[in-house]
């Protein structure tokens, strides 16, 4: 009577019951994407029919749909195979790459990678309805790698995004502040609109890389349309000038408002250190005259019959 009730006892629980091992959930993995590609053609065609009807990417042709939506999907498998996602990240790096700049927006990219987890589950719920203790520990299995993939598609479209904006940033700035050449040994930095810490720090570099590369002698540094200076920009300006100093330009200074003069004055700046002229016109005068323009067309006119 014990031994049959011990052997009662030690019976194993049926498949259903029992907790997944890493090789059951791995061969369940495998099953899926043997499942997926089998079924390529149909589920890739239905994914693209449901990114048309919700309306996503619209700023693409069907074609060019129907071409990343290949892409997408065989990545996507191939995550599911091998579990590695560095292979999608670098596809999806490239994607968002090519589809941001046409105006492409987060939530598409979000929204048609769900679209895809969706036709895949679905197409699970059909193949495994009659076994619906398999189709849990599918989904179990699936789930997990399904939601690991949507996340790295999701941050690198995002990580993607803010690199592209912070180069247009940077590209906008530069055209904010250019540096110019107008003559020999000679340039003028024109200065609009407000300035914070960045900016100036932004405009300190490439003041420098212009005085380096045009091996300039004097720069004409003019903050007419600068309508206020805090503290910290008006010591980073005398920053700038010492930097220049070193690089073996003169900076000249226009353009100083009432304002910002005596602003200037009552924070207390080193006016010392720098060289400072009325207006633009008077400081590229004055930027000549240190070039030595003006004496040799003195020299020139003292020569003329």
Do not use: C
Not at 14 to 23: A, F, I, N, Q
Not at 52 to 66: C, D, N, P, V, W
Not at 80 to 96: C, K, P, T
């Amino acid at each position: 009577m014990d031994e049959r009730k011990t052997s009662r006892s030690t019976k194993p629980a049926p498949p259903s019951l029992r907790e997944e091992s890493p090789e059951s959930t791995a061969g369940l993995l495998r099953e899926l994407v043997a499942h997926l590609r089998e079924n390529r053609t149909q589920l890739r065609e239905e994914w693209v029919r449901r990114i048309t009807e919700s309306k996503l990417l619209t700023a693409m042709t069907r074609e060019e749909i129907f071409a990343e939506a290949t892409s997408v999907y065989d990545n996507y498998v191939a995550v599911l195979e091998s579990g590695s996602v560095e292979a999608l990240q670098a596809y999806a790096r490239d994607l968002s790459e090519r589809i941001i700049p046409r105006g492409v927006e987060t939530h598409e990219v979000v929204g048609i990678v769900l679209l895809l987890r969706d036709v895949l589950a679905r197409s699970l719920f059909k193949k495994y309805q009659s076994d619906f203790g398999l189709l849990n520990r599918v989904l179990d299995a699936y789930e997990p790698a399904a939601n690991r993939i949507a996340n790295t598609v999701a941050v690198s479209f995002v990580q993607e995004r803010e690199r592209i904006i912070r180069q247009q940033q940077e590209a906008i700035r530069e055209l904010s502040t250019p540096v110019l050449q107008v003559r020999e040994r000679l340039l003028i930095l024109p200065i609009i609109g407000v300035i914070d810490p960045q900016r100036a720090r932004q405009v300190t570099e490439q003041l420098l890389r212009g005085i380096r590369a045009n091996r300039a002698k004097v720069v004409v540094i003019d903050i007419t349309g600068v309508p206020a200076v805090d503290s910290t920009v008006a010591n980073h300006l005398v920053q700038t000038v010492d930097a220049s100093r070193l690089m073996g330009a003169t900076v000249i200074v226009t353009g100083l408002s009432s304002e910002i003069a005596q602003t200037l004055v009552t924070i207390g700046v080193d006016l010392s250190k720098m060289k400072t002229v009325g207006d633009l016109q008077g400081g590229i005068e004055e930027a000549e005259r240190l070039l030595g323009y003006k004496v040799m067309m003195e020299q020139t006119a003292d020569k003329l019959p």
